[in-house]
């Protein structure tokens, strides 16, 4: 016999700061089984939500220097008496059974720390599922006292509209050379950053960072204003030297202030809880269907997929 999991047991251990409380509620969310992801919002249902948190996405890609930068960022949080939790999602991870983010030791000094937690999260090949699943576990990680949320992923495409979708500001990590050229999935991903860090700037010569910079902000005045009225920053740094570290946390403090005062940051709050909730919705019909579909199977009497389709649909309508 299981045990049986008692989520009001789960939520209080969370409340008191115990991590693997935490990390079983979002293994829970995470889970593919319908009877987990209700106990996962069992958990979530005895928190009210927060209200004052900062949810960071952060990407660029891989070699970048994201979990150099991460690590850095992190540190300077915890000693400012913050505490942090940092959810990588890999959507790779499904693909090669190994994963971009998680193939090395990652974070070291940040894993140590009392007031750091780190979550890698596997999307399991459902990438429609990371606002979900990552949803659930910024909630929870708020619940037990993590208000510095930092969502990682990797800056290849898909995952960074999606993670848009769950973040209040956006941090986007280039490398000094490479902003000239606003193109298909980079010109995207620019639209939605709120922040530039050019990281690596130890490594590259001082007329190239200048340029680079130069570039940078002639490409910014040919994307759309962001609807928070912020205008894009441009940041030069170093993860590994810990420099521009300051500087960046000073403008994403000047962010968070901009859009308290001018509603945006409850605005686009609302907006992304109904998103969640359309997602929420297309996860049930599709699991419903599929019940249906294996109860039901497909009547073979056509050759034409398509009109084998309607015809279910037809006869399978509530
Ligand atoms: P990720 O794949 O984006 O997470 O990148 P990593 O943080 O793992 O960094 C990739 C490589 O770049 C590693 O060898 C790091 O030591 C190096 N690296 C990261 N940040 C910096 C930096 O600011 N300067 C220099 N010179 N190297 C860096």
Known sequence: MPRKIDPIAIASAIKNGNRLALSRAITLAESTKLEHLELAQEIIHQFEPHQHSKRIAITGIPGVGKSTFIEALGLYLTQLGHKVAILAIDPSSHLSK????????????????????????ATNGNLGGITSRTYEAILLCEAAGYDHI??????????????????????????????DDLQGIKRGIMEMADII????????????????????????????????????????????????????????????????????????????????AETYILEMIERQTKEKLKCNPINKTSSNAYLMAKEWLKENQN
């Open 98 to 121: 190994g994963s971009i983010l998680g193939d090395k030791t990652r974070m070291e000094e940040l894993a140590k720390n009392d007031h750091a937690y780190i979550r890698p999260s």
């Open 150 to 179: 930092l969502i990682e992923t990797v800056g290849v495409g898909q995952s960074e509209t999606l993670v848009n979708q769950i973040s209040d500001l956006f941090i986007f990590l280039q490398l000094p050379g490479s902003g």
């Open 197 to 276: 860090f050019v990281n690596k700037v130890d490594a590259f010569q001082e007329k190239l960072i200048k340029d680079a910079k130069v570039d940078l902000a002639r490409s910014l005045q040919f994307l759309p204003p962001k609807k928070s009225n912020w205008k894009r920053k441009t940041i030069l740094g170093s993860g590994l030297k810990e420099k521009g570290i300051i500087e960046l946390w000073e403008t994403v403090e000047k962010y968070f202030a901009q859009i308290q005062e001018n509603n945006y940051y409850s605005e686009n709050r609302t907006l992304q809880q109904s998103l969640q």
